[in-house]
């Protein structure tokens, strides 16, 4: 009987396919990774975008500059030659327009009854026939137009947008010759009635697919990464391709922050979390507890919890070896002289970050070398201890940006190492460093955060009324936007619904 057997190139083949699907699951891991923060758009918004984009539409129409035209045509046996120039639109007006999601694709458009007014100067001649020359009126009503924008993810993880189907329908197009004879005008009229709408026919829907082309190209040069300050950068870039429903679109964003020049993604992933199923904003912005924790690794890589009290920093209260008498008179006894103090701290982990239903917290935790300054500007050791700072941050929206302030509410202290022992006054001195992190080095920390995250929105948009809610693991904003006009004033636009 014949057996068969496995040769060790099998095995070794078979090996080979195990580790190639490892290795693609591993990668359908990386593919489907959570993002560190979310971006919901809801038809409220969209619609508000419509009018917005509707009343920019308008205005960039009337502004439009058009090419003359030439051509040859036979009128009765002779043939004329004609150039239309000067063409310009002179009102323009859309009655009824809607957007809406279509799920899993993008973003539909659709405008009814639009109706348009064109202007333009005609001039034509023909074989044994005069010159002939003056102006025409185009009036178009009942236009139709629906155009479907597909939206998706580029490789660079920047956001990508094309034209996936657009239907184009004229109910009428009208020509009024303001000038010429009566042939002119039969030619006229009725040739370029005809002309216009093969005209846009065939290239409206062309214009719009090379417009969005265009803007396509112009989001491809779209910085991902956001400057905060002089510490630290947002990675905005997509994790994945927009999620399309019928009542919104998803953009789930990394959200990761860096040091500035170190791009190294922190030893920790993003926890998946969900935005509410709400739709009364026109914007939800979620911000996950990862996004707050690489922000801390972040500033903590850069040196930023690191501070140094000083005698001219300590402005509250009087830093000097006189300070000890009070608590720490085993201290005190050395220095007869007062001499200026260095409190030298120093974060030795990345801040805590917790975001819990009733508010966030940041702990610290660190240490502390005190310094005496000698009259000959050496420095001298007096004692090194270890800190545990616990602060609750304040979270608020300000000019587009997430701002983030800390309040300490304990503070936890214990002796390492001193010139002279104080086992029983560490309570006082624990009390002492508590007012100098509250009067110091906190509002110092403040002022770096100061500058605030900035919050990914949309182009010259201002958040309005944005509201915080923060959850177990992650905050929700939501908010309306406000559009501002490019180099005007903050007025709204408005046009037909």
Not at 80 to 107: C, H, M, Q, W
Request: proline share 4%; aromatic share 10%.
């Amino acid at each position: 009987m014949w057996y068969l057997q496995t040769s060790p190139c099998d095995k070794g083949e078979k090996m080979l396919k195990m580790w190639y699907s490892f290795l693609l699951c591993l990668l359908s891991l990386q593919l489907d990774a959570n993002p560190g923060l979310k971006v919901r758009i809801t038809q409220k918004g969209l619609d508000y975008g419509r009018r917005i984009g509707m009343e920019l539409l308008k205005q960039a129409i009337l502004k439009e500059t058009f090419p003359s035209w030439t051509g040859q045509e036979s009128f009765s046996f002779v043939k004329v030659n004609y150039k239309i120039s000067g063409l310009r639109i002179n009102a323009v007006d859309f009655p009824e327009t809607s957007a809406s999601f279509i799920p899993g694709t993008g973003i539909s458009l659709s405008v009814a009854r639009a109706s348009a007014t064109i202007s333009a100067d005609w001039r034509m001649k023909a074989w044994l026939l005069s010159r002939d020359q003056g102006g025409i009126t185009v009036s178009i009503s009942g236009l139709f137009m629906a155009v479907v924008f597909e939206v998706s993810r580029d490789s660079t993880g920047r956001l990508s947008m094309l034209v996936h189907n657009c239907q184009l329908i004229i109910n009428s197009i009208k020509v009024k010759l303001n000038e010429g004879s009566s042939w002119v005008y039969s030619f006229l009229s009725g040739y370029l009635e005809k002309t216009i709408k093969t005209k846009l026919d065939k290239n409206l829907c062309l214009n719009i697919k090379y417009k969005i082309q265009m803007m396509d190209a112009q989001l491809r040069k779209l910085k991902v990464l956001s400057q905060i300050d002089a510490f630290a950068q947002i990675d905005y870039s997509l994790v994945s391709s927009p999620t399309v429903f019928k009542s919104h679109i998803n953009l789930d964003l990394k959200g990761t922050v860096y040091p500035v020049g170190n791009h190294t993604d922190p030893p920790f992933v993003p926890a998946p979390f969900a935005l509410p199923n709400q739709g009364d904003s026109m914007l939800y912005l979620g911000v996950s507890n990862y996004f707050l924790k690489s922000a801390s690794l972040a500033y903590y890589r850069a040196g930023v919890f690191n501070i140094t009290i000083s005698q001219e920093l300590a402005t509250s209260f009087n830093l000097t070896t006189a300070i000890f008498n009070d608590f720490v008179p085993q201290i005190a006894v050395y220095y007869i002289t007062a001499h200026p103090v260095l409190l030298k701290l120093m974060a030795t982990s990345p801040p805590a970050v917790s975001l819990q239903a009733d508010g966030c917290s940041l702990q610290i935790t660190g240490c502390v070398d005190v310094f005496v300054v000698l009259p000959n500007s050496t420095i001298q050791y007096i004692f090194t201890g270890n800190l545990t700072a616990s602060t609750r941050a304040n979270l608020t929206v300000t000019k587009q940006k997430l701002i983030i302030s800390l309040l300490l509410k304990r503070l936890q202290f214990s002796l390492l190492h001193s010139i002279a022992s104080f086992s029983e006054q560490v309570s006082l001195v624990e009390n002492f460093l508590s007012y100098a992190l509250q009067s110091v080095v906190i509002p110092v920390i403040n002022d770096k955060l100061g500058k605030g995250f900035p919050l990914p929105n949309l182009a010259h948009t201002i958040l309005i009324r944005p509201v915080i809610k923060i959850n177990q693991g992650h905050l929700v904003i939501s908010t309306d936007v406000h559009y501002k006009q490019k180099g005007g004033g903050d007025e709204d636009l408005h046009s037909h619904s």
